[in-house]
Structures are given as C-alpha cells and as structure tokens.
C-alpha cells in the first residue's frame, strides 16, 4: 500500500514536471494534464509530435544567443532586431539586403535644402496591436526614449538633433550636421514605434531622465507593443521566444501564424535538429555543419557574405608601421595576398569587397576581380622599394573571431602568401583584453589583421576607415596625409540624393582601391539553413532574418 | 644498479613500453627532417581536410598541411618544453627546498610561506594569467610552467632535509668544521636526491599536458608553429574530421602516459619503500 501511494506521488510529480516545461516546447500543441497524469512521457511527445506536423502553420526558428532584453530602446546585438522587426515597425525599412532604406511607416519624406532638417508625413490609418491608431506623437516618444534611456544604441539617433510634430501625420528632425545615414538610422530596431499610449501605462517615460526614472523594460520584456505583423507572447532569456500573429495588422501579413524563437546557438545542435525537421529555420551553421546537411532533401542552404570585413591594417605611421609604412611595401603586400585562398580558408559564401565599401552596401562598387593578385607585380614593388632581399616584420594578431572565423588563421594565410614574395611574417599572438585592444584603439600597432562589424545598416559606417576617421587614426592616417579623400567625409555625409550618395561613394572606393594602409580582405559568410516548406528566407543584415518576408508554401 | 635495470625491463613490461614510447618520439623529434614528408607549415590550399591517405598518412588541416609531418615536429615542442620545465623547475625547486630545510627556523617559515602563496593559485589559472601578461610564445609558456611547478619540488625537498640533516654524517661534518654551503652541497642533497628525481620523472608527463593544454588555450607559440595542443584546438571547429584533432591528441597521449610509466618504473626502482607489493 506504501509503495503504491509512492509511485502515484511520483508520477503525479513527474506530470507536473512535464505539464510546466512542456508548455514551451508545444507548438499550440493539445497539452491535457489528464493525458499526462497517466504517464509522464506522453504528453512530452505528443509537445515533439506537434513540432514535426509540416502542415501547421508554426515555424520554429534557432538563432544565437548573447543579449538579455527585447527592449527596443535597448537593442543593439546582432539577434534582438529579428524579434524587433516583426513586432514593432519603424519609419523605414530596409526591404532587401542590399537596397536603400524604403518608406514603412513613413508615406513621404523630404530633406531642406540645406539637408539641416527632414520633414516625414506618416501613413494614415496604421494601428498598433492594441488598437490605437499610430500618430506623430509616438515617433516622437519612442525617438526621445531611445535617446534618454542612454543605452547602447543611442548613438544611433546622435545626429537628431530635435523633433516637432506640426500635426498627427507630420514629424520634423531637426539634424545636428547633414546626416545622408539618417534614413538608414531611422530603420534600426532601437528607433522602432512604441505604442506611447500602452507603454506610458507600463512606466515608460521619454523625458531627459527616462535612464533612472523609465520602468517598462519589464514589460517589454514580456509583449510587444508595436504596429507591427506579430505579437511577443512569452520572451524566456536565453531560451526561447515566442511570436503570434497580430489580429490587429494594419497591412497585409503573411501565412506564418505563430514563430516559435528558440535562443540555441550551437551549430551541430542547430544541424541536427533541422534535418528531423524540429526546427525550421537555423541561424548558425558553419562551413563543416553544412557538409552534413548536402544530401538532406528537406533542407535548403544559403551561403551568403554579411557586412563584416576583415582587413589587414599597416600603420602609416613609420615609428609603428616600420617597413610596412611605406606605401610601395603596402602596394606588394595588397598585390600579393591570394584573396581567392582567404575566401577558401573562411568558407564558402565569403568574398572580397572591391575596396573600402563592403559589397551589398548602396554604392558598393562590388568586388575586387579575381585575377587581381600577381606575385611577380608584387615582388617588383619590393624591389623598388629598396627590399629586393626581402624583410622581416611583426604580425601581430588578437584571440577574436570574426563570425567564427579565427583571426590568427587569417595571418597563417598571410604569413604563406608573403612568403611567397620574400616577407618574413612574424606572428605575435597578443589576447585582444591583455594589450590588443588598447594598443589598436591608440593606433600602435604595426601590422595587424582585424574585422570590423558594422554598426548599423549604411555605407556611411565606412567612412571611418578614411583618413582623419575613427579607424583611419588607428593606422595613423591623418587627414593631412590626403586631405582630398579626407574632405570626402564630409561630402558624403551630406549627399542625401541617393544619387550623388553613390557617386560620393564610388570616388572613395575609386580613391582607396590601392591606396592607404588598410586591406580589406574578406566579408565573412553567413550560413542558414532552412526547411523547403518555407520561401522567402533570406540572410539580412539589419534583422538578421526579416520574419515578415518568409511564407508556407 | 645495471642488473636491477635489466631485471626491470623484463619484469615490468609497462616500463618497457614507456622506454619505447618515449624513445620514439624522442627519434622522431631529433629527426624531425628526415621523417617528415612534407614542410610542416606548407600550406596546399586544393588539399583541405583531406582523410588520411598513403601520400598523408594522418590527414591535411585546414590550411592543406600533412598533420603527420606536423605531429613529427610537434613532438620536439613537447619534449622540449616538458623535460626543460621539470629540469628547470626541479634545480630551483631542490635548492629552495634544500636552503629552507637546512637552515630552520625563520628563513624556513618565510621561505616555505612563500612558495605556498604560489601553490594556492590552481595552477593552469596562474600559468595562464602569467601567459597572457607577458605574451604567449615558446619562451613565456616555459617559464610560466616553471613558475607553477617549483614550490613542489621545493616541499618535497624541505621534508626530506629534514629528516637527512639529523644524521650522523652530518654531525659529523658540522664537527669537522665544514661549511654550511659545503655540508648542504656534499652531504645534504646528495642523501635527499633520490625522491626528487623519482617526482621529476613523473612530471614529465604531466607538465607535456601542461604545456599542451596552454597551448590548446591559445598560450604557447605563434601559428603556424606545429604544437600538439594548438593542432588540436584547430582540429575542434572540424567536429566531424576526426584526424585533424584525433592525430595530434593521440601524440599528447601516448607521450604523457610513456612518460608516465617510465616514472611510475623508476620509482620502483629507485625507492624501495614505495615498490610495488605485486
């Protein structure tokens, strides 16, 4: 009698066990407590049964992980924006990967003739989730929340100087200096619309000390309270996030009723669990997980480049850069490097952008062509520039990874291509927080490899690696070293006709294609993998994946 | 001490086996040049990840190197920074020990304090911190090994000073009138000696696991320099090419667990008390 009244304690325990967490791992799936009283192990495959139906209309994503609020006046990693992005909307958004901001919630838009002031008309009739009609008001509220909460992005708005709402479906930016990124600027997730009226409700405030005085991460952290085609149901950190759709969406959605964001960034994991169809759509493959997936016949691949760059950077400061200062030695080194065997070494989907302007930018030149390397044209400049013996220097090289890709492997197939022109390649490995960092933020080393991620979506991101630009002084290239390119700075950022952007644009990567102390080696690929049950899957730079574009077919 | 040596060989086959082990690889290493099909750091691009074959007995990396060339000259990192850091560690360790144990007293509480200090840091932290302060090369790694690895030796030698310098021998010299520096040199560590050699050989074994696992860590020499623990760290992003990391981590193997065998014979040896009752 004892045991029995034990073993019915147990399995009620293991039931409930089971009844709590697999709540989370259903997918709207039939759930009975009764079903999982008599044993425990049913309910939980009945939760994995539900995943692996194909005709329902939920799509499990696995992404990476590395942030810990959905906050929109927060975010500012790389997986936060996919969330954002389908349950807020901003004023612009970036519909394909390599165009031009477009309008979103804006209808119109219109630049001063001094480019000093932005005027946006907004679309009539955009609702939020809770019903309330979107206004100028709440522009202006999630713009000023973002800038005062003083988090991680509010950099991003820095160039805004202020804003007025002349009436409900008017806003005026007001800028600091002409801002040609400024569109680019107003798509980024942390710009998103908030519903003032329900965040107010929730502690939200956009006054000057909104830092100490704003409270509604919390509840950010738990709904969403955007216009845009889904709603956060549940947001569990590092574990999963769960999106169902708006009934309340404005414009026209897609098939997908329900996202299911699993916060797991293992590849293998990832790999695994897309081949049996348990997910649908997996964010973090690499080069040797894929090789796996070449014969599923459920799963498509793609290899895409992202915007992060590796570059080789030569000081062309002589008390650093010794040898490699000298603009004939950073001439050979560029023709030596065999860009084809670095795109090999990073996986497939990587590629050479053609100069400073990653490809898939607006203006972006492309990339370098592929016969470009040439030892022998290499070794002549050597020799002109008095190093016909060849030379020894110092490689130095940080712990990091670019998206996963080693940079000390990076300099291994360096140091091997120089070689082949007689330059000795030294590496000296140096942990990027013991001295690394410091000494590439002051602009002390020599020569090194390094990536640069960027931070928002604009080709003026790039401008920094000019001379007299943030990067461009950590090669010592100062703005008296070329001051035509440097004045470019400028002219760039107040070319606001996409136009003249693009032909600002195209002179800088005219100007720097053989010039300057910085290489840019390699855009690093990204690998996605996802179900053929799905279309519209795409990489995105500025959502990581854009959910709103992605359909059951 | 010959015959027992003999005696040895034939009855305790795991100490045979250590002899072998450890003597191939010390062949290998010494002629790393000869051995070796190809340059260790020539990379062939058309030839990544390449399964073992008849022209790459152990595979390529992901660079196109022959991993068997590299596992060949790796060997000499590893022997090279195993048997200098016990050496090293052990002259330092014995005197230091010796000093303290001999002279009693103040000095010996100071100085035994000291090496304490340094024994109650987890040793691989201390090594890596050490590393990371001063730059990882072959030099640093080394010297942060033997900074970990003293203060052993040192408590070993001070406890059995401590016992030897009561004998009568030793009384004996100090009535003559020796000096403290000869008495210690002459009858002090040559009595205590024996203990020291027999832990030295052991940790041979040990500081190769040291030195690799550093290295695995990103702690020892600049790529493309072939050791063990760095091809085994390349080797882990290519979870499903067993050969990349497999080779390089069997090397790491049998190298401490030879190393091992021939410590665990030679304290038979060596040291009755502790001989094996079987």
């Known amino acids: 009698m004892k045991k029995r009244f034990l073993a019915v304690i147990l399995s009620l325990a293991v039931a409930a066990g089971c009844v709590a967490c697999g709540g989370n791992d259903n997918a709207g799936g039939s759930d009975s407590p009764a079903q999982g009283e008599e044993t425990g192990e049913t309910s939980d495959q009945s939760g994995e ?73 907004l679309k009539e009739g955009v609702t939020f989730a809770s019903g309330n ?56 997730s942390s710009l998103a619309v908030l519903d003032s009226a329900v965040v107010k409700e929730n502690g939200g405030t956009d006054a000057e000390d909104a830092s100490t005085t704003d409270t509604a991460q919390a509840y950010l952290d738990t709904t969403s309270a955007g216009s845009g085609m889904y709603v956060m149901t549940s947001y569990i950190p590092d574990e999963e996030v769960v999106l169902e759709k708006n009934p309340n969406y404005w414009g026209e959605g897609t098939n997908v009723d329900k996202y299911i964001i699993k916060i797991q960034p293992d590849a293998n994991t990832q790999m695994m669990t897309l081949s049996t169809g348990d997910i649908d759509v997996a964010m973090n493959m690499t080069d040797d997980t894929i090789a796996e997936l070449a014969d599923a016949q459920n799963v498509e691949i793609i290899n895409a480049a992202t915007k992060t760059v590796g570059f080789v950077m030569m000081n062309m400061n002589e008390t650093y850069g010794g040898p490699v200062s000298d603009p004939k030695v950073q001439q050979a080194i560029r023709k030596a490097l065999d860009y084809s065997g670095l795109q090999v070494i990073c996986g497939e989907g990587t590629l050479t952008p053609y100069s400073l302007i990653q490809s898939g930018f607006m203006g972006s030149k492309g990339e370098r062509p592929a016969d470009y ?28 990874d670019m998206e996963g890709i080693l940079l000390t492997d990076l300099a291994q197939k360096i140091k091997d291509d120089l070689a082949q022109i007689g330059i000795n390649v030294n ?39 000019l001379p007299g630009g943030v990067v461009g002084l950590r090669a010592g290239w100062t703005a008296d070293m070329n001051p035509e390119l440097a004045a470019m700075y400028q ?36 690998h996605i993998g996802y179900n053929t049950r799905l279309d519209g899957v795409a990489i995105s730079d500025p959502y990581a994946l854009d959910l709103t574009l992605i359909n059951i077919k | ?26 062949i290998a290493a010494v002629l790393a040049p000869v051995i070796a099909p190809c340059d260790p750091i020539a990379q062939d691009l058309t ?108 408590r070993l030698m001070r406890s059995v000073v401590l016992s030897v310098k009561e004998n009568e021998y030793v009384t004996a010299s100090e009535a003559l009138g020796a000096s403290k520096i000869r008495i210690l040199l002459k009858e002090v560590i040559p009595n205590s000696i024996s203990s020291v050699l027999i832990m030295a050989t052991t940790d041979i074994g040990n500081q190769i696991l040291m030195f690799s696992t550093l290295s695995f860590l990103g702690l020892g020499s600049a790529p493309p320099t072939p050791e063990w623990g760095m091809m085994v760290s390349d080797g882990v992003d290519y979870f499903n090419k067993f050969w990349v990391a497999g080779f390089p981590g069997l090397a790491i193997f049998t190298m401490a667990v030879g190393a091992n065998f021939i410590g665990d014979g030679l304290r038979d040896l060596l040291d009755p008390k502790l001989r094996k009752q079987f």
């Open chain 2, 47 to 154: 030839l990544r990840l390449k399964a073992p074959s008849a022209g790459h007995p152990f595979g390529t990396d992901n660079f196109g190197r022959d991993i068997f060339s590299r596992v060949i000259y790796g060997g000499r990192y590893s022997l090279l920074a195993g048997c200098l850091t016990v050496v090293i560690a052990g002259c330092i360790g014995t005197f230091y020990g010796a000093v303290a144990g001999y002279v009693g007293g103040r000095t010996d509480n100071v100085m035994m304090r000291i090496s304490e200090m340094i024994l109650s840091f987890p040793s691989l932290i201390l090594a890596m911190i050490i590393n990371a302060v001063m730059g990882s090369n072959l030099f640093n790694t080394m010297f942060a090994l033997v900074i970990v690895a003293w203060p052993t030796y040192a």
């Open chain 1, 373 to 400: 390397t040439n030892v022998e044209e290499a070794k002549a400049l050597l020799a002109e520039a008095g190093y016909g013996d060849g030379l020894d220097v110092d490689l130095t090289v940080s712990d990091l």
């Open chain 1, 133 to 188: 009609p979107m206004t100028s008001a709440d522009v202006l509220f999630s713009i000023n929340r973002c800038k005062n909460l003083q988090g991680n992005p509010a950099f991003i708005a820095e160039t805004i100087e202020s804003m007025e709402a002349p009436d409900d479906q008017t806003v005026v930016f007001h800028l600091t200096q002409a801002d040609s990124a400024i569109l680019s600027k107003l798509t980024y």
């Open chain 1, 427 to 465: 590496i000296v490995s140096q942990p990027w927080a013991a001295g690394y960092g410091d000494a590439y933020r002051d602009g002390t080393l020599g020569f090194t490899v390094m990536y640069w991620g960027t931070d928002y979506n604009d080709p003026n991101v790039q401008l920094e690696f």
């Open chain 1, 49 to 121: 049964t539900s995943d692996q139906t194909g005709g329902s209309n939920t799509v499990v994503v696995a992404m990476g992980a590395g942030f810990s609020t959905v906050d929109p006046g927060y975010v500012y990693e790389k997986y936060p924006p996919l969330i954002v992005n389908a349950c807020y909307e901003n004023l612009f958004k970036f519909y394909s990967n390599d165009s031009a901001p477009e309008p979103c919630l804006a209808e119109s838009y219109e630049f001063s003739e001094d480019n000093l002031t932005l005027t946006v008309k």
């Open chain 1, 491 to 526: 002219e760039t950022m107040s070319a606001t006709d996409n136009d003249d952007r693009i032909a600002a644009l195209e002179k800088i990567q005219d100007a720097a294609y053989e010039e300057g102390p910085f290489i840019m080696a390699v855009q690093a690929p990204a």
């Open chain 2, 1 to 26: 001490m010959i015959r027992s040596m003999k005696k040895m060989f034939k009855s305790n086959y795991l100490f045979t086996l250590g002899v072998m082990i450890c003597l191939a690889w010390i």
